[in-house]
């Protein structure tokens, strides 16, 4: 797929037309056919990252606190289908990224460093508490950029095209609030 | 189900991920700036040929829907934190576990925050349940039978608007 999309893109390259992400997207349209119908499940990622943390909660607070609360409880961790989806997920990112030669460490992206200066652990700080409010509001709301941005509203959800919706308008707003308007 | 399904999904939807560049934190920043529209040209592609497949798939009883519940008041403030949590930290959920896996160091912050995010939803749930999961709550609503359009003119729409939006976005990169 890769290699394909690669040449399409060499091709194109002379009437400056990027195909690739248009033939990613439709790819990744072809692997919901795959999740709707072999696997029975919709592509998603926070439900499985959700169980994750209860391992990490029963270490934290005990086991029993983890295997107790109410949110856990119905769904416990498990090597389940979507947890083994992510670990697959990252497989792929790494494998991609090597075969590519784009593997490279990095603390704090430029979008970051041109606003916010190089200070990795403001960048980290910031990144955690992100991450922490970007789960709870993905869990509030059932769904995240996968689960409901492609898979629910491939399926013409009304939940999910009110999250889509409101995550492009806030983040349009916070992008002016936070970064200001970049000339381009 | 065998182990290796789920295995393969995510090792392909990973390569997907890395190869359109949505692991890359400036594109996804790029997009809420309107500066790089990568981002919708990966998402509205998957939409619209993953919607017409599904469609035929659930036609021909191969696959059935998987709708989440429309609970209005928590899918807004559940969206309006995600987008903004988007801003500071240019990964979603999954691409932030694709980044992580490409050496992105504050990418794997992001989900470590994640984490600790998703103990402090399973902390707070039977609250948020009784007190805004409860609020507005209509169900699995789809649009077609909210609307009385069927699919096809849902998605043919969509399709159209997507082509001619990327269109006009591509002769005028040019």
Not at chain 1, 23 to 41: E, H, P, Q, R, Y
Not at chain 2, 113 to 142: D, P
């Amino acid at each position: 797929m890769s290699m394909l999309t690669d040449r399409l893109s060499q091709r194109t390259a002379g009437r400056r037309l990027d195909l690739s992400p248009y033939l990613i997207g439709s790819a990744v349209g072809v692997l919901s056919w795959v999740a709707f119908s072999v696997a029975g499940d919709p592509l998603g990622v926070t439900t499985a990252l959700s169980q994750a943390a209860q391992p990490i909660a029963a270490l934290l607070f005990g086991a029993e606190t983890a295997a107790k609360n109410p949110y856990w409880a119905p769904m416990p961790f498990s090597w389940n289908y979507g947890v083994l989806f992510l670990v697959g997920l990252m497989a792929g990112a790494l494998v991609s990224s090597l075969v590519a030669g784009t593997f490279r460490f990095e603390s704090v992206p430029r979008f970051w460093r041109e606003r916010f200066g190089g200070s990795v652990l403001k960048r980290f700080a910031v990144a955690f508490v992100a991450g922490a409010v970007m789960m709870f509001g993905a869990r509030m709301a059932g769904g995240c950029t996968s689960g409901h941005g492609i898979s629910g509203t491939l399926q013409l959800a009304l939940s999910s095209w009110i999250f889509i919706a409101i995550v492009f308008a806030s983040g349009l707003i916070g992008s002016r609030i936070v970064y200001g308007r970049k000339g381009k | 189900m065998h182990v290796l399904l789920p295995l393969i999904m995510g090792f392909a939807f990973g390569i997907l991920l890395n190869r359109s560049k949505v692991t890359d934190s400036n594109v996804i920043e790029g997009q809420f700036c309107l500066c790089d529209f990568t981002m919708l040209k990966v998402m509205l592609p998957a939409i619209v040929i993953g919607g017409l497949g599904v469609l035929v798939l659930i036609h021909f009883g191969d696959a059935k829907y998987h709708i989440k519940d429309a609970n209005i008041l928590g899918v807004a403030l559940g969206a309006t934190m995600f987008g903004l949590a988007l801003v500071f930290l240019g990964y979603c959920p999954g691409t932030s576990l694709a980044a992580t896996a490409t050496g992105s160091v504050h990418a794997l912050v992001g989900v470590l925050g994640m984490l600790a995010g998703a103990m402090l939803y399973a902390f707070s749930f039977s609250w948020i349940k009784t007190h805004i999961l409860n609020v507005w709550a209509v169900g699995k609503v789809r649009l077609p039978e909210l609307t009385g359009v069927p699919d096809i003119i849902w998605l043919a729409g969509l399709g159209a608007i997507a082509v001619a939006g990327f269109v006009w976005l591509e002769r005028r990169a040019a």
